[in-house]
């Protein structure tokens, strides 16, 4: 049976690029406490729920340097159009109030007129082939909605980075509830619809969703990792006083992740969550537009990876056809 099994390990591995197995055997990277503040906020915004999105640095055990919570393109990148976004003052009522001809119409290689919804807790990059269209115009709250216009020949991949961004840099958590230590919750929903308005993709389960970037975790033997799976289901959400003993995983973002031509075969599919779950019941932003996120002919679903708590970092990938 070791003989038959050992030979099972090596036919599976020869099956295997060097590159495709090194990824399937990575195990994260341990940090611990609190990160450095690199960057004491991306974006000024005054008012009611607003919160400060800092950036952080820290250095893990095995002295890899991550930045948290995600490095991104906000600060050079074209932002979405807004929706709704109460710190640029713009606060649409309905769908109909969009002046759809007014968004710019941004080239994403083909002859197509798309038009992509998205609400995002908190942050989003989205990306049509392999190319950066616009990133999320308000990395953190207040909470916005945006849409993005762009031209594109089917079928086309789509593929979006998502953070759940934190206050207490390194932790993945935040002040909230009468909790300094209070693990945040993320979310994605999108409805993509072509030039006649009907809907050609939203978000849902058949949608490949990985998780680069976990915290706060009380116990690191909560985690589980299991090839491509990074299971953080039995670990804790506890709101605590004092976090700062806590520890985080991170994982190495793959260079092309964003290619058409990349492969997530190995990647999870996305879980999907209720809008109760996400808890959009109070956001503008989200309940303006449920004629379009919640289109009773094409529904879509809020997507993460597994823990919509926990996980922090997720890229999220698919196809339209």
């Not at 450095?36 to 906020?41: A, D, K, R």
């Not at 929706?83 to 710019?104: A, G, I, M, T």
Request: net charge negative.
């Amino acid at each position: 049976m070791k003989i038959l099994t050992f030979t099972m390990i090596i036919v599976a591995c020869l099956a295997l690029t060097f590159d495709q197995w090194v990824m399937a055997q990575e195990s994260p990277s341990f940090t611990i406490g609190l990160a450095q503040t690199i960057n004491p906020g991306l974006k000024t915004c005054s008012g009611i729920r607003a919160r400060v999105s800092a950036v952080g640095k820290i250095k893990g055990e095995d002295g890899a340097e991550w930045v948290v919570p995600a490095k991104t393109h906000f600060e050079s990148a074209e932002k979405a159009t807004d929706l709704f976004n109460p710190c640029d003052r713009v606060q649409l009522h309905r769908h109909s109030d969009l002046e759809l001809k007014k968004v710019p119409v941004m080239d994403a290689g083909g002859k197509e007129t798309f038009t992509a919804y998205i609400f995002a807790d908190n942050y989003f990059e989205f990306y049509v082939n392999g190319k950066l269209l616009a990133v999320d115009a308000v990395p953190f709250t207040p909470f916005n909605s945006s849409v993005i216009r762009f031209m594109v020949d089917r079928p086309f991949s789509v593929a979006v980075m998502a953070v759940d961004w934190e206050e207490n840099l390194g932790l993945g958590s935040e002040s909230n509830r009468g909790w300094p230590y209070h693990p945040g919750d993320g979310g994605f929903v999108a409805v993509i619809r072509d030039e006649s308005g009907k809907t050609v993709g939203i978000t849902n389960g058949a949608w490949k969703a990985q998780t680069f970037y976990t915290g706060p975790l009380q116990d690191r033997s909560c985690l589980k990792v299991v090839g491509q799976r990074r299971d953080s289901s039995a670990c804790s959400t506890e709101s605590v006083r004092d976090g700062r003993s806590f520890s985080a995983a991170h994982w190495s973002i793959p260079d092309n992740w964003f290619a058409t031509d990349f492969d997530d075969s190995s990647w999870p599919r996305a879980s999907v969550f209720t809008n109760d779950t996400v808890g959009v019941d109070n956001k503008p932003a989200f309940m303006n537009f449920t004629d379009i996120f919640d289109d009773p002919k094409a529904d879509a679903d809020f997507i993460w990876s597994a823990s919509l708590i926990l996980d922090n970092l997720v890229l999220l990938r698919t196809t339209v056809e």
